[in-house]
């Protein structure tokens, strides 16, 4: 059974750092996974995702993540952050078998402060 | 491209009603349109897939006489949340999957359920 686990449910970052939000995965093959954000009372956007390609994947507005099958990781990363980068960010996987379902981890809110 | 709609935004209703989302794909065909149901400060659960014109696939634990699914065409799949309770009340999220080989899901804005 797949799995996504999310360290940190709040991150709190000054403006213009470094933010770095953790997702560790748990499959027996190798998965897709996938960055996503939410704003207030809003659905899901997709930052990035990952499917097999380069290991590096870069998203929208600055975000890029990084597949590490030793660590079975896949960390989110933005080298400076903005105030309007404060949301909820969601760590997803899914098979590779054609129902394609989404399993997410519990969330993680960022603050970004002044 | 690739935009999800979701009708209405949020409802009230009594508790005993049935109440009824739709979720749209407003540029492309959606061949597998998902459920989400989503509780304040939690992650999203997948309620159950919708594939256009067969019936839908519910996750263990979510009652199918309960919330109701239709997907009759490749634009629109609807929730009916029956005789609705107020812990019925959640935030639901649809998306939408334009290619069946495609892995993305493209989601909508959501609906707000409050029973009263």
């Known amino acids: 059974a797949q799995s996504v686990t999310q360290l940190g449910s709040h991150v709190s970052v000054s403006e213009g750092a470094l933010v770095l939000l953790r997702c560790n995965y748990s499959?027996?093959?190798?998965?897709?996974l996938f960055w996503y954000v939410q704003y207030p009372n809003q659905g899901l956007q997709l930052l990035l995702k990952?499917?097999?390609?380069?290991?590096l994947v870069k998203g929208i507005n600055g975000f890029e993540a990084e597949f590490k099958k030793s660590e079975t990781s896949f960390h989110l990363t933005k080298p400076s952050a903005h105030m309007s980068d404060a949301a909820e960010y969601f760590c997803?996987?899914?098979?590779?078998?054609?129902?394609?379902?989404?399993?997410f981890g519990s969330g993680t809110r960022l603050l970004v402060r002044p | 491209g690739a935009v999800v709609s979701q009708h209405p935004s949020r409802v009230i209703c009594k508790s005993g009603t049935s109440v009824k989302i739709e979720c749209r794909s407003l540029d492309f065909q959606a061949t597998t349109m998902f459920w989400y149901r989503q509780f304040p400060k939690q992650s999203l659960m997948l309620m159950a897939t919708?594939?256009?014109?067969?019936?839908?696939?519910?996750e263990q634990g979510v009652e199918k006489d309960k919330f109701l699914i239709n997907h009759a065409s490749l634009t629109l799949s609807t929730l009916t949340v029956t005789s609705a309770h107020p812990e019925d009340s959640s935030f639901y999220i649809c998306?939408?999957?334009?290619?069946?080989?495609?892995?993305?899901?493209?989601f909508g804005p959501g609906t707000r359920l409050l029973v009263l």
């Open positions: 990952y499917t097999s390609a380069a290991t």
């Open positions: 919708s594939n256009e014109g067969s019936k839908a696939t519910y």
């Open positions: 998306s939408a999957s334009h290619d069946p080989s495609s892995e993305t899901q493209y």
């Open positions: 997803a996987v899914s098979g590779r078998d054609s129902s394609y379902k989404l399993i």
């Open positions: 499959s027996s093959v190798p998965p897709y």
